[in-house]
Structure formats: structure tokens, C-alpha cells
């Protein structure tokens, strides 16, 4: 065997002081770093093995561990960085593509950040939610171009839509790709605060079968888990042509990870691979996406609305204005910060463009074309705050999906390595022993808790504009400023610069 | 500095509205002396008047009323109406020196009719082709601005106090048997007349007082029916919202009113099963016309007008009526101004409509 050349990326600290032996850590850390020797009643730690994921460091009862980044320094070099040079080191030894989890974490521009909301100031009073309603109920659907009226009377059938009781709805997380408990966390805190989660392409399984009035079912290129009764379970159907974390590709479940259950609900042998082509096979063109559209309404008796899912590319824009054409109630669109189970690194790190941009660009395409209001546009990838739902929704979106959020609300702590299925925190993982560490009540509670500091928080910023239904603020770009971005940034996002 | 249009300005206001719904014509006096008593509600930066049954010699004929920075503008315009409109008969609009009102504009009037073969070849409805002329005029002629374009109505605005620009038009030598008034408090001082409300389309006219927050969403939404709001103003928005809904879609008055100052989603939980499907409809359909923030709107048409407060009454706005006169207005004082004694006052809710409509009127 030839010289390893990776080096640790984390330093794990012991203090020996506080270490009371107690093992805890050994037992909690999937990825092995904790040992204890009996024979010299001693513990020890495998640095190379550690992924930050703080695991060991909150349930130390006595405080006991430090992690630290490790202080390996190579020679000072802006080109060649650490990260850069250890890549190489580990390609040249496996040979194959780099893989990762979660979203971009390259500094490239957060729009959201150079982005700023406006207030009301004396000309007209902002609006104290405490006192006055607020009200922040979102339809999502397709919506006619007008009313017809006939001797007073209603003629106009408005066609199916979701109902949200705040713009914000749990992405598209895969059972598979996520624990039946963090599905099942989501699902409930989707029920109780009134939203919807996405059950990815996962198919739903038997147990979340009573959450269909708060799912939409996703039909992706696997078609895993697709069948008549799934698709009349959810409340709309979204079929995914693309992810912001790895837009153009297709995804890969690995055999250990389908056990029973996630066989059963995917409808594939236990054990195999479970393969998502690229493209859908049968949608080599837009023509095609209407035929896959008008087939899911036809198999649904037009009773759910359709949504399309595609990764933010750099013709965005247009690609929206065909799907909406196509026959799409909704449109989303996930950012090239989108977060994902398992993505190959490069593709993560430099495909796709920034939701920022995508969403102001369809949104304006759409009003150019004047079927904006048809559709609705629901944006993804990477949504942090209440702040940035402000901001989507100024720029024109609709409602936001949260994936990476959602699941740090779960206890997430963003080490990035769901795709190695040891998630310490029993959300990106299958072991029934990980698992089972993510109580779904509580995980339940946690998520909600999260949907509702965000509404209070939507409904201050709200009211501090003088704003008192959330459709208002829609596409209100007036109510955003840009700091510190080019006159181009601001063409396309549509905004005028703080100042102006 | 950059002027309206260029720029968006907010601004508060003195509204104030008169209909003898009888169709008995009574001279511009009356509303003059109600909106004066609201002087320290507008700050001398704009004021104005729309008036209906003022040309009844006229009454086929849309009456154009133009401001013109140069003579230029109005050679290229008057050019631009002979392709497009027989003209009738056009003049000055008369006006009297008044000492508050400084650079006034070239003030024109032409009563016009559309040339039928223009109309054909256009597709058009005969409003519709006005509608896109005047449109056009606003976005693509430089120095002309079009104040009015309805039939037997006519919009007077000014750069002033509301009651010097009404001396300033001689408008007690008018008679018309609905009359709305504006005084402007903007927040900027651009000095352009053509900012000065009231805003008006066809026969539709807009006083307002308030600045709504959801402009931008109620602009870019109408703009997607084809609507260029080129003033950037609120009640430029306010007036294309109700000119789609009412004369493009066709709505019931009352649904087009529930639509810009809709109920709250809880208040819509408590109706019986019908009238919860025809509000979700509206709220779903029309959401982003929902208009948000403070404001109080007179919108005159021939037929008569509607008040109207947001849905929270973020504005004062007060209703009165003797006999068969309807007054609305900011403060009740400038009803009392010209009506002392009403058969009734009242403060309508937010959201709650005052609709005064002509004798035989069904809808505005």
C-alpha cells in the first residue's frame, strides 16, 4: 500500500482534566473516531475520520471535547490552496469523482445580502401585527387571466390550488436520501403549521400516507415510487427535471441505503441501486414536458395542480416561460446554492446560477410576456432567514422552499457528508441506529418552531412597510434597495441602489 | 431635478367629491369653496378638479384636454390626432392670470372623434383605441401630457392650492352635476403639473390622498394588461386597476371594490359557502391588486363616483347627503363648508364603499 497523502481536516481535543470515560463518544461517533482501549483504560482519536459534525462535542457530559480546524498550513499560496491541493491528493489516490453534500459553500456573491427592505416613514404608518391582522395565506396554482360574472353571478371555476398558511414549504428530501424520521418530522410540522413538505423522489411511504393534504408528490426521472395512489395522496404533484445542487445530472441512491422500507416505498428490489437518469426519458424537449404535465392531470382527473422543478441555468428565464406555456400551475426553481444528499463536488461548485438572479430574471420574463400571474413561482436554494423569504418574495416569488434550514432545524450541523450515510444526527443516514436518534416529535416541534419565529418575523417586517397581506409585497421590488452591487446586478434584479 | 414620471413621489392629500344625482348641473364654485377649507391639507404644489356634464354640446365627442411644454410637442401631437381622430373643434382651454400660479404649461382642448377606419384596422373597441392613443401620447412624445380624455368631462390640474387653481380655469363658469377636487401635499417638489391629480382615463377620474404600499405589485401587475404607468404616481395605478377591472374584465362594481380593498381571509372563513368561493376567487385571482396602505379614493365616471377607504381606514374620509346631493370628503368640515346642515353624516368602515350613482345609473 502505497502513502496515504490526506491529512486530518479537523483536530479533535481531549481534555483529560474533565474526560470522565465515559464512553459517550465512542458511541455516538459513526464514523469511528473515539476509541477506548480497555487495556490501558484510555481513549484515543482518530483525527483523519473526523467530519465536524459536533456529534461528540454535544453530548460530552462533561465538556470534555474540542474541535478544531486542523493547523496543517502548506505554503502560503492564493492559487493553491488547501483545499485545492488536498482534492488532488485524494483523486490521485481513488481515482474517482469528488463527492460532497449540502450546498455551494464557495464565497461567490449572496445576493440576499446586498439586498436591503424598506420601512415606512411618516408619509403612511407602518403597521403593528400585534393590533391590526396580518396576512400572510399563499395560494399556489394556475389563476385565470379574469373573472367572468354573469347577472352578478360567478361563472369563472378557479382551477385547484395549494393552500399555505405561509409562504414557506419544506423542500424535496428524498426517504432515501433522509431518515423515515426526519421525513416524518417534516410531514408533522408541515400539518401543524399548515404548509406542505416534498417527498422528492423517494415515493411516500405507508406510514406518511395521512400527511397527503401537506405533501406534494414529486415524480423525478426514476419514477421511484410512483403509482395512482401516490399521486392522488399529495395535494400537487411536482415533476422534477432538475436540482440547484447538481443541475444536468441525475442521482444515485447506493444499494446500502435501500433497506426495506425505503424498497418498499421506492419499489425496488432491497439492496439495488437506485438510479435517477439526467433527463426524464421521456422529455427530450419542452413538447415532451407538456405530454408528462397534461398525463400526471389526465391520471389525477385535473384535481392537482402540476409543478415543474428545474435547477437556475443560465437561460432560466426562457426555460420558465416554456414551462409555463407547457401547462405548469407552478414553476421552482432551485438556486446553484441548493443543498442535496449527494452531488458530485465540481458540478455543485460550478454549475448553475444564483436564485437571486434567476428568480428576478423569470419573473420579469414572465410580466414581459404578461402570463406572470398564471403561474405561480416558488423559489429554492438556499433560503436562510425570514429576511431572504422578504426579499424572494419582493423580487416576485410566490413562496420559498427550505431544505438545508429545514434540516438544521432537525440538528443538522452542515459537516457536508450526507452522502457517506453516517449522518451522527439520524437525518442523511438509513442505519436503524442513527436513526432512531432523531425523535420525529421532537423533530416536528423544532421544525415548526422554526415556520413560526419566521411568520412573526415576516409579519414585523411586514407591517413595518405598511404591508398587510403578503401578496402586496409580491413582486414589489420598490420595496428593495441594492447595496454594493454593479449597475447590471441592479439591471436584472430589477432594483434601484440604496440612495435612490 | 428629476420630475414625475422620472421619479416616484409620495404624497398626502385634501379630497373632496360632490354629485347631484338628479344629473342637475351646479357650477364649479361649490366644490372650490369645499376643498379651500382644506388649505393646510395640500402645501400649494398641486391641485385640481374633474368635472362630468361640462360639455353637453360636445357630449360625443371625447374631449382631450393636453398640456404642452412647447409648441413643438403640440405640432407633433395635433400631427399624431389628425392621423388617428377627426377633430371636431380645438382651442385654448381659458384660464385668468392668478398670481400663486406660475409656468403654466400650453393648455389645449379638442373634442374628437375616431377615425372609423383607423378603429377597424386597429381591431379595437372604440375606448380601447383611445385608450392606446392616449398611452402612447403619455409614453411617446416628450413635452405632452394628456389630463383628460373622456366624453362630456374634463380634468383642470395645476401646480397651486386647489382654490387658486380653480380660479385660475374660471371654473365657476362650468356646470356639471359631478365635481371631485384634489389638493396635493407631496413630499418632493417637482413642480410639474402633470403630476397634479386628479389622475383620469376615458371618463374615469382618480383623486386620491394616501400613499399605498403596494405600488409596485399593482403596477406590475396592470402593466401586464397592457397599462404603461408612465407618471409612476399611485393614482395612475389606482385608475388603470379599476379601468381593467370594471371596463376590460367586466366585473359587478362591487366585486371590482372588494378586489382593491378585499376582506380579510378570517372575515371570508366567516361567509356562507357561495359568497366563500366568489371572495377566495377574487383574492386568488386578483391578488396583486389588492391595494395595500393608507388612502382614500374618489373614482368619478359619468355614471357618478365611488369612495372608497383601504381596508384598515388608514384615511379619514367622511360621506354626507341632502336631498339628492352626495358629498364625500377628508374632513367634514369641507362638506359643512357648502352643505351646513346634511340629512346625514357618516364615517363610512374601511373597505366600505359610498357609491353615488346618476338617477337610472346601475353601476358606475
Not at chain 1, 433497506?259 to 428490489?269: A, Q
Not at chain 1, 423569470?362 to 410580466?367: F, K, N, T, Y
Not at chain 1, 420598490?478 to 452591487?485: D, E, H, K, P, Y
Not at chain 2, 372623434?113 to 402612447?136: G, T, W
Request: proline share 5%; charged share 20%.
Amino acid at each position: 500500500m502505497t502513502l496515504s497523502m490526506n491529512t486530518p481536516e479537523f483536530l479533535v481535543e481531549r481534555d483529560l482534566d474533565r474526560c470522565i470515560k465515559c464512553q459517550v463518544c465512542v458511541g455516538q461517533c459513526a464514523n469511528e473516531v473515539h476509541k477506548y482501549d480497555k487495556e490501558t483504560d484510555s481513549l484515543s482519536c482518530d483525527d483523519l475520520a473526523c467530519v465536524g459534525c459536533h456529534r461528540c462535542v454535544t453530548l460530552c457530559p462533561t465538556h470534555a471535547l474540542t474541535i478544531k480546524k486542523f493547523p496543517l498550513e502548506f505554503r502560503e499560496n492564493a492559487n493553491w490552496t488547501a483545499n485545492t491541493i488536498n482534492a488532488i491528493y485524494k483523486q490521485a489516490e481513488s481515482g474517482g469523482i469528488l463527492l460532497t453534500g449540502m450546498g455551494n459553500d464557495k464565497p461567490y456573491p449572496i445576493y440576499w445580502d446586498h439586498l436591503l427592505l424598506n420601512a415606512s416613514q411618516v408619509t403612511n404608518p407602518s403597521i403593528d401585527p400585534l393590533r391590526e391582522p396580518m396576512e400572510v395565506k399563499t395560494y399556489l396554482g394556475r389563476k385565470p387571466d379574469k373573472l367572468d360574472f354573469s347577472d352578478g353571478e360567478l361563472v369563472t371555476e378557479i382551477a385547484p390550488q395549494v393552500e399555505l398558511e405561509l409562504p414557506i414549504m419544506f423542500s424535496a428530501m428524498s426517504f432515501g436520501s433522509i431518515s423515515l424520521n426526519a421525513v416524518k418530522s417534516l410531514a408533522a410540522a408541515a400539518k401543524e403549521v399548515g404548509t406542505m413538505f416534498n417527498t422528492g423522489e423517494g415515493g411516500l411511504h405507508q406510514d406518511l400516507y395521512s400527511y397527503g393534504d401537506n405533501a406534494i408528490v414529486q415524480v423525478a426521472s426514476g419514477r421511484f415510487g410512483v403509482h395512482p395512489q401516490y399521486l392522488d395522496a399529495g395535494t400537487a404533484i411536482e415533476i422534477k427535471i432538475g436540482q440547484g445542487a447538481k443541475p444536468g445530472i441525475g442521482g444515485h441512491l447506493p444499494g446500502e441505503k435501500v433497506g426495506k422500507e425505503v424498497s418498499e416505498t421506492r419499489m425496488i428490489p432491497e439492496g439495488s441501486d437506485a438510479l435517477s437518469p439526467a433527463p426524464h426519458h421521456d422529455i427530450y424537449s419542452i413538447e415532451d414536458l407538456r405530454q408528462l404535465i397534461y398525463s400526471l392531470k389526465e391520471a389525477t382527473r385535473y384535481k392537482k395542480p402540476v409543478a415543474v422543478k428545474i435547477a437556475a441555468v443560465h437561460n432560466v428565464a426562457a426555460i420558465a416561460s416554456g414551462i409555463a406555456r407547457a401547462g405548469a400551475d407552478i414553476i421552482t426553481i432551485d438556486g446553484f446554492r441548493g443543498g442535496t444528499g449527494a452531488t458530485p463536488l465540481r458540478t455543485r461548485d460550478n454549475v448553475g446560477i444564483p436564485i437571486e438572479l434567476a428568480l428576478a430574471a423569470v419573473d420579469s420574463r414572465l410580466r414581459n410576456e404578461s402570463i406572470r400571474h398564471q403561474v405561480s413561482l416558488v423559489v429554492a436554494g438556499s433560503v436562510r432567514n425570514s429576511a431572504d423569504i422578504m426579499k424572494a418574495i419582493a423580487l416576485g416569488a410566490d413562496a420559498v422552499y427550505i431544505g438545508s434550514s429545514a434540516l438544521l432545524a432537525l440538528g443538522c450541523h452542515m459537516c457536508q457528508k450526507c452522502y457517506t450515510g453516517k449522518c451522527n444526527w439520524g437525518i442523511a443516514t438509513q442505519d436503524p441506529n442513527l436513526v432512531k436518534r432523531l425523535n420525529p416529535e421532537i423533530g416536528a416541534q423544532r421544525a415548526a418552531n422554526l415556520l413560526r419565529a419566521w411568520k412573526h418575523e415576516i409579519k414585523e417586517m411586514l407591517g413595518g412597510m405598511g404591508i398587510n397581506a403578503i401578496e402586496s409585497l409580491r413582486g414589489n421590488r420598490l420595496m428593495l434597495r441594492g447595496v454594493g452591487l454593479s449597475d447590471r446586478d441592479l439591471e436584472i434584479l430589477g432594483v434601484k441602489a440604496a440612495g435612490e | 431635478m428629476l420630475r414625475e414620471g422620472q421619479v416616484r413621489i409620495p404624497s398626502g392629500c385634501a379630497i373632496s367629491g360632490i354629485i347631484n344625482r338628479k344629473g342637475n348641473r351646479f357650477s364649479g364654485e361649490k366644490i372650490i369653496d369645499s376643498i379651500a377649507v382644506m388649505h393646510d391639507r395640500s402645501n400649494g404644489l398641486g391641485g385640481g378638479f374633474a368635472a362630468y356634464g361640462i360639455y353637453p354640446e360636445y357630449k360625443d365627442f371625447y374631449a382631450f384636454h393636453m398640456f404642452y411644454d412647447n409648441l413643438r410637442a403640440k405640432e407633433d401631437v395635433e400631427h399624431f390626432f389628425n392621423e388617428h381622430f377627426s377633430v371636431e373643434l380645438s382651442g385654448i382651454i381659458p384660464t385668468r392670470k392668478v398670481s400663486s400660479i406660475k409656468n403654466a404649461p400650453i393648455i389645449w382642448r379638442y373634442f374628437m372623434k375616431p377615425l372609423p377606419d383607423k378603429i377597424r384596422d386597429s381591431e379595437l373597441c372604440e375606448d380601447e383605441y383611445v385608450v392606446q392613443c392616449v398611452m402612447k401620447i403619455n409614453s411617446k412624445f416628450s413635452g405632452a401630457y394628456v389630463v383628460s380624455s373622456g366624453k362630456n368631462m374634463g380634468a383642470f390640474k395645476a401646480v397651486g392650492y386647489p382654490e387658486d387653481v380653480g380660479e385660475f380655469y374660471k371654473l365657476e363658469e362650468y356646470e356639471g352635476y359631478t365635481w371631485t377636487a384634489h389638493g396635493r401635499f407631496p413630499t418632493n417638489t417637482p413642480g410639474w403639473w402633470g403630476g397634479a391629480h386628479p389622475f383620469t382615463l376615458l371618463d374615469w377620474s382618480v383623486v386620491h390622498n394616501g400613499e399605498i404600499s403596494s405600488y409596485d405589485a399593482n403596477r406590475r401587475y396592470v402593466e401586464m394588461f397592457g397599462y404603461d404607468c408612465s407618471l409612476q404616481t399611485d393614482t395612475e395605478a389606482i385608475t388603470y386597476a379599476f379601468d381593467l377591472l370594471l371596463r376590460k374584465h367586466g366585473l359587478p362594481l362591487d366585486m371590482a371594490i372588494q378586489t382593491v380593498a378585499a376582506p380579510f381571509w378570517d372575515s371570508i372563513a366567516h361567509m356562507d359557502e357561495k359568497q366563500q368561493k366568489v371572495f377566495k376567487a377574487l383574492r386568488i385571482t386578483y391578488s396583486s391588486l389588492l391595494i395595500n396602505g393608507p388612502f382614500s379614493i374618489i373614482l368619478g365616471s359619468k355614471n357618478g363616483f365611488v369612495a372608497l377607504n383601504d381596508r384598515i381606514k388608514l384615511r379619514a374620509l367622511v360621506a354626507a347627503e341632502d336631498n339628492e346631493t352626495l358629498y364625500v370628503a377628508s374632513e367634514e368640515s369641507a362638506i359643512r363648508a357648502v352643505c351646513p346642515k346634511p340629512e346625514r353624516v357618516w364615517s363610512p368602515r374601511g373597505g366600505e364603499p359610498v357609491i353615488g350613482l346618476l338617477e337610472g345609473a346601475d353601476s358606475i
